[in-house]
Nanobody
């Protein structure tokens, strides 16, 4: 079992920056693919950025060049650095940890409670 706790959300003006953190419990953090998802009111949850156990990253097109995901396995923490924030980035941001066991295909997925990011125009 993995518990995820997000922090760093808040209210910021357009053009500003925030850094989200997600601290994970347990000793197996390094094997998980970590992701940041967001859900705005009335919209579906979407994957914003992800980083694999090997450090490969991917981003949704709308945040490329503005957001950076990183991880510190020694601290069991994943970060989302958000720059040049726009009002449309307003959402609840969720941290996710995923691992698929290669032998059985069993998928493990864990979610944090979410942190609110509000960007004012």
């Amino acid at each position: 079992q993995v518990q995820l706790v997000e922090s760093g959300g808040g209210l910021v003006q357009a053009g500003g920056s925030l850094r989200l953190s997600c601290a994970a419990s347990g000793s197996t953090f390094s094997i998980f693919t970590m992701g940041w998802h967001r859900q705005a009111p009335g919209k579906l949850r979407e994957l914003v950025a992800a980083i694999t156990s090997g450090g490969s990253t991917n981003y949704v097109d709308s945040v490329k060049g503005r957001f950076t995901i990183s991880r510190d396995n020694a601290k069991n923490t994943v970060y989302l650095e958000m720059n040049s924030l726009k009002p449309e980035d307003t959402a609840v941001y969720y941290c996710n940890a995923e691992f698929r066991r290669p032998t059985s295909g069993t998928r493990y997925s864990y979610w944090g409670q979410g942190t609110q990011v509000t960007v004012s125009s």
